[in-house]
């Protein structure tokens, strides 16, 4: 990631491999139009299916919110190619079980139960549960 593209995307927790590379691709489309990435995850359930999860600077994400989205980034995509097989596109919001992913998520959930897991052992495990 560049040093600028760092700068634009405050997120804390980032994509690694080619969800990195489609994260590079989606996000100045998505700044573009008011709306900011919460995470980018292609799985292998059915065929491929590419899950693009963003939200307004509020965040909030309408049904019309993701079809603008889908229809803003899938040009993007289709320009750059960064996925060699066909795929299914699915733009979503973050919804009740969303990753926290910007250090304001923290602020804005504090209170709130949590179940977190972490990618390294933390004493002698990974999974969590409590409020932040």
């Keep these: 990631m560049t040093a600028a593209a760092s700068e634009a995307d405050d997120r804390i927790i980032r994509e690694s491999g080619i969800d990195a590379r489609i994260a590079l691709i989606v996000q100045p489309v998505l700044k573009a139009i008011d709306f900011r990435l ?8 059915n065929g ?12 909030t994400m309408t049904v019309e919110d993701c079809e603008e989205v889908s229809r803003a980034v899938s040009p993007a995509l289709d320009v750059e190619d ?10 979503s919001s973050p919804g009740i079980d969303r990753p926290l992913v910007r250090k304001s998520d923290f602020t804005t959930w504090t209170g709130h139960l949590v179940k977190l897991e972490t990618f390294v052992l933390v004493g002698d495990r990974k999974r969590f549960k409590g409020k932040i």
């Design 48 to 59: 491929l299916t590419l899950q693009i999860m963003a939200e307004r600077e509020d965040g």
């Design 82 to 91: 960064p996925i060699e097989k066909a795929y299914h596109l699915e733009v």
């Design 38 to 45: 919460v995470r980018v995850q292609l799985t292998g359930q």
